[in-house]
C-alpha cells in the first residue's frame, strides 16, 4: 500500500514560480514510477510530468516541457517528489494530482497506469 500526500498549491500570479511536494509512504520499489496529473476546470485529467524512482529519467507534457521540473528526494527513507513550476500561466491552474505506479513497466503518461493517488493541491494562477 502506497500513500500520497501533496501540498505547496496556492494562489500566485502570471509569471510566478511555485514548487508543489508529494509525500511518499508505504513500500516504494526501484523501478517505481511517480506521476503528477492535472485537472482544469470543466477538463479531463492531465499528465504533467513523470519521474523513474531509480534512473530519475523524466517525461513532460507539451505543455509544460521547458517550465516545470519533476525531482524526487529520498532522505532517511521519507519520500518526496517535488515539482518545480516556473513561468506559469493563467492556463496552468488546476487541481494537481501525485500519482504512483507501483507495477513497473516505466514511465507513462496514462492515468490508468498509476495505481494510487493522492487528493491533490489546488494551484490558481491569475492573469
Known amino acids: 500500500q502506497v500513500q500520497l500526500v501533496e501540498s505547496g498549491g496556492r494562489l500566485v500570479q502570471a509569471g510566478d514560480s511555485l514548487r508543489l511536494s508529494c509525500v511518499v509512504s508505504?513500500?516504494?520499489?526501484?523501478?517505481?514510477?511517480m506521476g503528477w496529473f492535472r485537472r482544469a476546470p470543466g477538463k479531463e485529467r492531465e499528465f504533467v510530468a513523470g519521474?523513474?524512482?531509480?534512473?530519475?529519467?523524466?517525461?513532460?507534457s507539451d505543455s509544460v516541457k521547458g517550465r516545470f521540473t519533476i525531482s524526487r528526494l529520498n532522505i532517511w527513507n521519507l519520500n518526496t517528489v517535488y515539482l518545480q513550476m516556473n513561468n506559469l500561466k493563467p492556463e496552468d491552474t488546476a487541481v494537481y494530482y501525485c500519482?504512483?505506479?507501483?507495477?513497473?513497466?516505466?514511465?507513462?503518461?496514462?492515468?490508468?497506469?498509476?495505481?494510487?493517488w493522492g487528493q491533490g493541491t489546488q494551484v490558481t494562477v491569475s492573469s
Open positions: 508505504g513500500r516504494t520499489r526501484s523501478n517505481d514510477a
Open positions: 500519482a504512483a505506479n507501483a507495477r513497473g513497466g516505466g514511465l507513462s503518461s496514462a492515468d490508468s497506469a498509476y495505481d494510487y
Open positions: 519521474i523513474l524512482w531509480s534512473s530519475q529519467i523524466t517525461q513532460y
